[in-house]
């Protein structure tokens, strides 16, 4: 019997599997698609998620990243990071770094799609496998999650995000958020020739018609010539109810076990963390302990990020947050460091 399934083979699953693999349990991950696997994502690594990554023996290349800089058209206000530098990197450089760490620790994968599962007192059994334990990694719409009940109704007002690359040097050394009326635009560096850029906000229209929202940004693109296609994901918010399901054996982690918005660029360093809880849980045989554990590592993170998605959301305190910040340049740098190190 495996000690664990981790459903779903991005970087947060592949963590979860790394660490239980050092601690000498018996782990399979099921992935169908074929690596490395790109998403709609920032690819902006705090901080606190380059010292996850250096603790599973990880550290992919990419720009290092100061801190974060806010901008709307008339305003702009910068703040570096307290503990050492960030890190722009590609999700697929990402996901690749993390899928060899896995190979090296001993982990399987499996090409195939958890559709269906049964969960008994002792154990799971899902494609054949029995395990003391299923996690699921599967994302935003987790087939795990819809399977155990937790599904989260729709949220009234979704967000969603589009990113794509361009083919040009960075011209700058911060994760730049771009704010406009309903949306944000987030540039950050993930080569010596090539930019990220993700925009947010709610439904309709595709990406070019987004950008159309940012002009100063949109001149500076202007003949740039885009680095591959187009990707989207959401709706964004996923209020899980819970992360422990059924019989203590399917626990949920990373996008799958719950997401307030990508507004804070926190997504990778919250799921890193929650990975590691996890497994610590696992290990120990106490997944009761899990919920608990994964309140602590994402609270502060999910309370900042729902404060500030509330303040955007108000059409008069939206329109005053770059300028607050510029205002009170010291308030904003607290905030930047309490948020991502």
């Not at 592949?14 to 698609?33: F, I, N, S």
């Not at 992919?60 to 990197?89: K, Q, S, T």
């Not at 620790?105 to 496998?129: K, T």
């Not at 120990?284 to 602590?296: G, I, S, T």
């Amino acid at each position: 019997m495996l000690d664990v399934l981790v459903v779903g083979g991005g970087p947060i699953g592949l963590a979860v599997a790394v660490h239980t693999a050092a601690a000498g349990l018996a782990v399979v991950v099921a992935e169908p698609r074929p690596g490395p696997v790109d998403k709609a994502c920032g690819e902006g690594l705090m901080p606190p998620a380059l010292a996850s990554l250096r603790d599973l023996g990880v550290d992919p290349p990419g720009r290092a990243l100061r801190g974060i800089r806010y901008r709307d058209a008339r305003h702009r206000v910068e703040a570096e990071f307290r503990d050492g530098p960030g890190r722009g990197v590609r999700r697929t450089v990402l996901h690749e770094a993390l899928a060899d760490r896995a190979e090296l620790a001993g982990v399987e994968v499996v090409a195939e799609r958890v559709s269906e599962f049964c969960q008994y007192a002792d154990h799971v059994e899902a494609l054949g496998f029995k395990a003391r334990y299923l996690v699921a990694a599967d994302g935003l719409h987790s087939t795990v999650r819809r399977a155990c009940g937790l599904d989260p109704g729709s949220p009234r007002r979704p967000r969603f995000g589009l990113r794509r690359h361009y083919g040009t040097a960075p011209w700058t050394d911060f994760v730049e958020v771009h704010w406009a009326h309903d949306s944000e635009a987030y540039v950050t560096p993930v080569d010596e020739d090539l930019v990220g850029v993700a925009i947010l906000g709610p439904p309709g229209g595709g990406f070019e018609e987004r950008l159309r929202a940012f002009p100063e940004l949109r001149s500076r693109l202007a003949g740039v010539p885009p680095a591959g296609p187009v990707r989207g994901a959401g709706p964004l918010r996923q209020a899980v109810r819970r992360r422990v399901a059924g019989r203590g054996r399917v626990l949920l982690v990373g996008d799958a076990s719950g997401y307030v918005d990508a507004l804070t660029g926190e997504g990778i360093s919250v799921g890193l963390a929650q990975a590691r809880v996890l497994a610590e849980c696992l290990v120990a045989d106490r997944p009761a302990d899990y919920e608990r554990a994964w309140q602590q590592v994402s609270r502060r993170s999910n309370l900042m990020t729902a404060a500030l998605l509330a303040a955007r959301r108000n059409p008069l305190s939206g329109a005053r947050i770059v300028p607050a910040a510029q205002a009170l340049p010291r308030v904003f740098g607290g905030a930047v460091r309490m948020i991502t190190g």
